[in-house]
């Protein structure tokens, strides 16, 4: 084994607002021992996803609050360094929630074993993983896209809204995505093929939206939540579908931000809103996992990564994440 | 005929907040002639609808606002006195948009015949007209009831809230409406049959719906917004959809009310919210009024009629209807 310890992050406090170094603690543990089922793992690259931010609450949600002194929950490929499991061998390299740590055991359930021919390992927690399959299927099947429909993406440069833009292109839509800086808008106009960008930290995005879609917009893909979202909802087509996805600028507040009510601009737009986890939509991995492969492999889906390395700099890179410091989709390269 | 003169109800100003009965002028004219192709109309009922606030407004929405000086828009039940139009014979009972006016004019377009044999005339413009129409389809369609589902429904004793509750009770559901007053809550639940009401004026409302709905809640059907959608939001079950009717506690407000954002209870919920206007549904609308005509005739739709006689009294019992003074239905008999 490379490492005689096991590294791991544990939720030190639940933070109020947003989270600070102080509400991790970083411990060292021995390695653990498998029991019979059970296989070792060593991880060699966490996603950090905004989701785990609702993880740190103790409040109700889709999935159970991290207990204060247990590992931070995350999805992380690993390898397999000692099995006792039919299913998999030394060696083998798998995907699955394996927590910040180092090292972990697994019964195997919910593992999945990633082919490594598809592209390189990482993927599996990025574009061909839980960031890229939502938003496969938040677009594709939430926003049931149409060529020529405008489509605006927020977090636009994110693990999610990157590759949202990129197979919204791809589908024949026009595509404007809002992010917070002058590079992050170059990139995705620049780099990954968006029709433009718009920069929501120094802009007014309803200006810059009606100079862009002056017909309107048909397809919202929403990360963010806050004022981008409304000053889209503003512009929204008859028939528009918006596809709730994060609402980030709304996680680490401490008083609930207030809005106008506006339900009634999708009454008159007789607009669908609709939210949605990617784990619905488990039974079609496999198809999201092989077309963005092919789509990769054609050259026409890019992806970009935000790679820390060692798994201590983890709490930082996550609260960096969280103010959107992040350039891409955030991974930690646990080992090699 | 039965007036010599045709009076009508102009708008004669754009309110400001709450109308008020100078916004309107009540106008007498002469009987227009009709030409060539064209019908002349003596209104019998006149449907007031809550989507009329909005036409009196200069403000982008689905359908032209008024002008000053135009009649109020408004459905009608009426009798073609004089026919030019091959389409129409003098007696014919007909339902279309022909406003407030004891007399109107038509070329015949988006106007329908009634079939008498139904139930009576007002109907054509209640139960079985617009209000029933879009309390079927919003319901069926756009909620996707499924038996068991405990579905609430606001202003429940209104004219589409009285129907979707009604047909949810028909399609297995467990109905909770929500009302303003003590005798429209007793009405709901012993003359309609719903499981339960709220009035919204003198009880929690979310304390009433953490008793009445300890399952939670798969399907609202929302005609007010406002806090008591923001009370069935925070109790929204996975899968849950929401229909957005109308928002009628908005309409007569002179700056916007503000709430806590709460879009991100959809993605937790992996929740549909729509919006729809019953216009998408005209090619059913057959389909609609048979099936509620012979729910009614087996006794297993009811209907509650608020009737104003005389068309000068149209601007007080529209105000009375957007203050929730109305109970049922809001009809003006314009003339026997």
Redesign the interface.
């Known amino acids: 084994m490379s490492t005689e310890i096991n590294l791991r992050v544990l939720l030190k406090s639940r933070p109020k607002g947003f989270p600070t170094e102080d509400d991790f603690d970083v411990v060292e543990s021995t390695i653990p021992q498998p029991q019979q089922g059970e296989i070792l793992l060593q991880s060699l690259w966490l996603s950090l996803d905004p989701y785990m931010r609702g993880r740190m609450n103790d409040a109700k949600?889709?999935a159970p609050s991290v207990n204060i002194g247990d590992p931070m929950v995350g999805g992380s490929v690993a390898k397999v360094i000692e099995s006792r499991s039919p299913v998999f061998k030394p060696g083998d390299i798998v995907e699955g929630r394996f927590g910040w740590q180092s090292y972990a055991l697994s019964n195997g359930l919910d593992v999945r074993k990633v082919d490594e021919s598809l592209a390189p390992l990482q993927t599996a927690v990025g574009v061909l993983g839980m960031p890229g399959l939502t938003a496969y299927f938040g677009f594709l099947d939430v926003c049931d896209p149409t060529p020529g429909d405008t489509v605006v993406v927020s977090a636009a440069s994110g693990a999610v809204g990157q590759i949202v833009g990129q197979i919204a292109k791809i589908m024949g839509c026009k595509v404007i995505g809002t992010a917070g800086s002058e590079a992050k808008v170059s990139f995705i106009v620049n780099e990954l093929g968006f029709d433009a960008g718009i920069n929501y930290k120094n802009t007014n995005v309803g200006e810059s939206l009606d100079e862009l879609c002056p017909e309107g917009i048909d397809v919202y893909f929403?990360n963010v939540?806050?004022i981008v979202?409304d000053s889209v909802m503003d512009r929204i087509n008859?028939g528009a579908r918006i596809a709730?996805?994060?609402?980030i600028s709304?996680y680490n507040l401490e008083s609930?931000?207030?809005?106008?009510?506006n339900?009634?601009?999708?009454?008159?737009?007789?607009?669908?809103?609709?939210?949605?986890?990617v784990f619905?939509y488990e039974s079609r991995y496999d198809e999201g996992i092989t077309r963005m492969a092919s789509w990769i492999k054609e050259g026409k889906l890019k992806y970009k990564e935000d790679v820390v390395v060692g798994l201590r700099n983890a709490p930082r890179a996550f609260i960096g994440m969280l103010n959107g410091e992040n350039f891409g989709k955030t991974l930690v390269k646990v080992s090699e």
Request: overall charge positive; charged content about 15%.
């Open positions: 949600s889709y929403d939540g806050g979202t008859t709730i996805c994060g609402q709304q609930p931000d207030m809005a106008p009510r339900l009634g601009i999708l009454t008159r737009s007789q607009a669908k809103m609709q939210g949605f986890l619905a």
